[in-house]
């Protein structure tokens, strides 16, 4: 069985920083792609950002600059850096990673548990 744990949201103040980290663990053999998302109440969960099992990343344009993901290969784990907070992050994240399973190879998608965020004075 493969389980993926969030941690690090919290309530912080507009401008400020959360270091939100995603720990895989589990059968698995490798990981390929990862990446977060969010939901806010009432709308669907889009993508915030991703990094491929090379380094590539990519940001939706409203995070760019403020948000850097990264990975710690040999841990297993996942990280989004936010900075520069602001009202409008207000969402629960949830962590995703494509990986491949031991022993058989077999490639699927696997979910955090998601972490709330929000970001309010």
């Known amino acids: 069985q493969v389980q993926l744990v969030e941690s690090g949201g919290g309530l912080v103040q507009p401008g400020g920083s959360l270091r939100l980290s995603c720990a895989a663990s589990g059968s698995i053999s490798s990981i390929n792609a990862m990446g977060w998302y969010r939901q806010a109440p009432g709308k669907q969960r889009d993508l915030v950002a991703a990094?491929?099992?090379?380094?590539?990343?990519n940001y939706v344009d409203s995070v760019k600059g403020r948000f850097t993901i990264s990975r710690d290969n040999a841990k297993n784990t996942l990280f989004l850096q936010m900075n520069s907070l602001k009202p409008e992050d207000t969402a629960v994240y949830y962590c995703?990673?494509?990986?491949?399973?031991?022993?058989?190879?077999?490639?699927?998608?696997?979910w955090g548990q998601g972490t709330q965020v929000t970001v309010s004075s």
């Open positions: 990094i491929s099992s090379s380094g590539s990343t």
């Open positions: 995703k990673m494509t990986m491949k399973r031991a022993p058989w190879g077999v490639v699927s998608d696997y």
